[in-house]
């Protein structure tokens, strides 16, 4: 499942920008089970039709709303250091997850995995890998980590001990926690 084929910018980029806001909105608020098209197009403003020449369901709908939210909520970071890159990267984790609209989407990736199969679930992941990979290309090119790391397994730790933290466990995710778990990773050593 990918983006939605569209002309970019114009009417149709607005008319997208809208139908996405409106669906975080309500993800946020409802939760994905109460998501329908006609709730998001009386929200947005548009007609369903418009929408169905978007996206087939609202399983597609919502991957692109939370993927659009993600995109314009945490930013990589370029500090000049991997640490206080990945410190920064993690906090913006955490500000999402805790969020309403992060909260909803939590929980919406479950039931659209139920519904769509995992595509959707690894589309959204590798997409994310490739966005956050330059703060481990500039920490290679600045001799921080070595040729062989592997970003992978160090953003599945970072983000994967966010996720424990408030998830699991139900604990904070502050500064001193964040330090800790960016100490445990800036080694630039992966495991033999």
């Not at 330059?134 to 996720?163: C, H, K, N, Q, W």
Request: proline share 4%; hydrophobic share 45%.
């Amino acid at each position: 499942m990918g983006a939605p084929r569209m002309r970019p910018g114009g009417r149709s980029r607005v008319v997208t920008d809208r139908v996405l806001s409106a669906t975080a909105e309500l993800l946020a608020a409802e939760g994905y089970a109460a998501l329908n098209f006609q709730d998001i197009a009386k929200t947005a403003g548009v007609s369903r039709t418009t929408m169905y020449r978007r996206w087939p369901n609202c399983a597609a709908l919502a991957l692109d709303a939370i993927t659009a939210a993600v995109t314009e909520r945490i930013h990589v970071p370029d500090t000049g250091s991997l640490a206080t890159d990945l410190a920064g990267l993690l906090r913006q984790i955490a500000d999402f997850i805790t969020s309403p609209l992060g909260t909803a989407a939590l929980a919406a990736g479950l039931e659209m995995e139920s519904a769509e199969g995992p595509s959707a679930r690894t589309t959204f992941w590798t997409r994310r890998l490739g966005e956050v990979a330059p703060i481990f290309e500039r920490a290679r090119a600045r001799g921080e980590v070595s040729d062989g790391f592997d970003t992978e397994a160090a953003l599945a730790m970072a983000a994967g001990a966010v996720y424990y933290r408030l998830q699991v466990t139900g604990g904070e995710v502050d500064a001193q926690w964040i330090d800790r778990v960016v100490g445990m990773l800036d080694t630039g050593r992966s495991p033999a």
